[in-house]
């Protein structure tokens, strides 16, 4: 079993995108990509801030009790309002397991500002660290 982790901090200083791949057998048995906000008021770099929240997640884990199997359900993102508080959509196209974490990554890329300003909304997070003024 192998198991990559790694973050990628996007162009937003508050934000980043957690990537976890677990290989097993040489196939992905299990990947989370999600996308992450800074809510340390205090920090100036990413890898200072303490407390990071989910903003929206891809997963795939069929082995976990509540897990989900993207090869028999397809891709769904979680999208998170805050106070561990989610919806879900499943719009995706059939992506590979094997492809899913580059996949699930390029789109939260691709729809970052919308991501963002819809978690900032939910969360009254319009100081100085939105994007609206970040723009």
Not at 19 to 36: I, N, P, Q, S, T
Not at 50 to 57: E, F, G, I, L, N
Not at 91 to 107: G, L, M, N, S
């Amino acid at each position: 079993m192998t198991e990559i982790s790694d973050i990628v901090y996007t162009d937003y200083l508050c934000t980043r995108i957690l990537r976890y791949v677990k290989v097993e057998r040489g196939e992905v048995a299990a990947f989370v990509v999600e996308l992450e906000y800074g809510l340390d008021d205090e920090f100036y770099w990413p890898c200072e801030c303490d407390d990071w929240r989910p903003v929206a997640r891809f997963d795939h884990n069929p082995a976990a009790p509540d897990g989900n199997d993207i090869r028999e359900e397809g891709l769904h993102l979680d999208i998170y309002r805050g106070d561990d508080e989610y919806y879900s959509t499943d719009d995706f196209p059939f992506v590979t397991v094997e492809k899913a974490p580059r996949w699930c990554e390029e789109y939260l890329l691709d729809n970052l500002d919308f991501l963002l300003e819809r978690y900032e909304e939910f969360n009254d997070l319009g100081g100085r660290w939105s994007v609206t003024l970040r723009r």
